[in-house]
């Protein structure tokens, strides 16, 4: 498993801690799949002492900032994001939910106006543990469950 | 606080000392209305109502209010008539209305569908009902008639009657009044109670909040009684809703044991859970409360209109 340390990767972002089968989804959310983007790696089910099993996300070329890592907080609470500069770790931080959500979420109210209008889905937080948001349009709340299923 | 141009989308949006001041301009504008007999202030705006649901008293009350400060007012009752039903979106509609008028109100069948045409005009948009969500002129009116009423909001001990589950009116009224020292006597069938968040966000705010299924009980404890319809198609089995219809009735034999000052509100439109036979006595304030939306709108289109100055 040598190849999925760290600092294999020479410029980049490493994003670690993602739980199993989430890489993909974090891929997607985080724009990574680009044909014009830097080289991707996903190792998937890797084993880990935290989560059993575990995904890692690489990145070559891209450095992700804090707010653009917090995207992912809904699908991978516990991921760790590692900025790499010349093989080093230069920066390391948790990923941590923001105060609002825009565009990654659906509203689970199908009479909500932002299932049917063209707009940009937006939620703010109202406590973050439990994990429980607030549709910017509707003003209805989603939680737990909820909020998975309308990724 | 800036009100030229501001939106008034949900009664989240508003601290209480906007609500006091919103209470503020209405009841001078209603002091000056009676005085002079009509206004001016808003002499060549144009109010464009968009109704893509049917109301009486909101949309009549909204035009009203224009043209008692004395501007005109365009628009449509129903969206059959537009060109949304050849598929236009709501925010082409908007963006095409607000070339024509200086202020939009809006009731939609679609929860959130205000806060999107605000996003998408350049000109005030007043909230006048979206879905199930909000209905912010409704609160602030029944807020004035209150106020009106009785003096005063701190120190009442109001009840809440009716559907307390869907009901947008009682949702928004019972936020709003926990800005106030009050009590709140929820009253409702088992099946229509209000949502648990609610009750937790009010009891946070400092409001005393009691649960009770039963009118009678609790009547001879309150100052203020509003009450709201309850559907029929919100119960499984007709049965059900007709033993619950019975027992949520205000008539003069429930009233027997309220206290004489006791006032009794209601936004309308009611089916039977008042009878007519109350309208006559005291404790009937919800004309009273239709005619309340005309100050308190007079204010909100003037306002942000930005007519009124200080």
New interface residues.
């Given amino acids: 498993m040598a190849e999925l340390k760290v600092s294999a990767i020479r410029e980049g972002t490493v994003i670690d801690h993602i739980p199993a089968g989430k890489g993909l989804e974090v891929i997607k959310i985080l724009g990574l799949n680009r044909v014009n983007g830097g080289i991707l790696l996903l190792a998937a089910h890797v084993p880990s002492k935290k989560l059993g099993r575990k995904d890692i996300v690489k990145v070559e070329g891209k450095f992700l900032s804090e707010e653009e890592v917090n995207k992912i907080a809904l699908i991978a609470p516990n991921a760790t994001v590692n900025i790499v500069r010349d093989y080093k770790v230069t920066e390391k931080f948790k990923v941590d939910v923001p105060e609002e959500i825009t565009g990654i979420l659906r509203c689970a109210?199908p009479?909500?106006?932002?299932n049917?209008?063209?707009?940009t889905s937006r939620f703010y937080v109202v406590s973050k543990d439990p994990l429980k948001v607030r549709?910017?349009?509707?003003?209805?709340?989603m939680e737990g469950e909820e909020i998975l299923r309308n990724l | 606080m800036e009100w030229k141009g501001r939106d008034v989308i949900?009664i989240?949006d508003f601290s209480k000392e906007e609500i006091e001041f919103v209470l503020r301009v209405a009841e001078r504008l209603e002091e000056e209305l009676n005085e002079k007999g009509s206004l001016d202030y808003a002499r060549g705006k144009i109010l464009a109502t968009l109704f893509f649901e049917p109301s009486t008293r909101t949309r009549l009350s909204f035009e009203s209010a224009m043209h008692r400060l004395g501007g005109s007012v365009i628009g449509f009752a129903s969206a059959s008539s537009t060109s949304v039903k050849k598929g236009e979106?709501?925010?082409d509609t908007i963006k095409t209305v607000e070339q024509y008028s200086d202020v939009i109100v809006i009731r939609?069948?679609?929860?959130?569908?205000a806060?999107?045409a605000a996003e998408v005009a350049e000109i005030p948009v007043i909230n006048a009902g979206?879905?199930?969500?909000?209905h912010p002129t409704q609160t602030l009116l029944d807020l004035y008639t209150i106020k009106k009423a009785f003096g005063k909001i701190d120190g009442l001990t109001i009840g809440l009657l009716g559907d307390l589950k869907y009901g947008r009116t009682v949702h928004s009224l019972a936020e709003a009044l926990a800005f106030y020292e009050v009590e709140l006597y929820l009253i409702s069938p088992e099946l229509l109670r209000m949502p648990k968040?609610i009750i937790e966000e009010l009891r946070d705010r400092g409001v005393k909040v009691y649960e009770s299924t039963s009118l009678e009980e609790t009547i001879p404890e309150l100052d203020l009684l509003y009450v709201t319809r309850i559907q029929r198609e919100r119960f499984p089995d007709e049965q059900e809703y007709l033993k619950v219809k019975g027992s949520y009735q205000v008539n003069l034999e429930v009233l027997k044991n309220a206290k004489e000052t006791l006032k009794v509100m209601h936004p309308l439109p009611r089916v039977d859970e008042i009878h007519p036979e109350v309208d006559k006595t005291k404790h009937a304030l919800y004309f009273r409360q239709v005619f309340s939306g005309v100050p308190v709108r007079m204010a909100l289109l003037g306002l942000t209109l930005g007519v009124l100055g200080e």
């Fill in positions: 109210n009479n909500c106006v932002s049917h209008e063209y707009t549709c910017h349009y509707c003003e209805r709340t | 949900s989240r979106s709501l925010a939609h069948p679609m929860e959130g569908a806060r999107l979206d879905g199930s969500n909000q968040h």
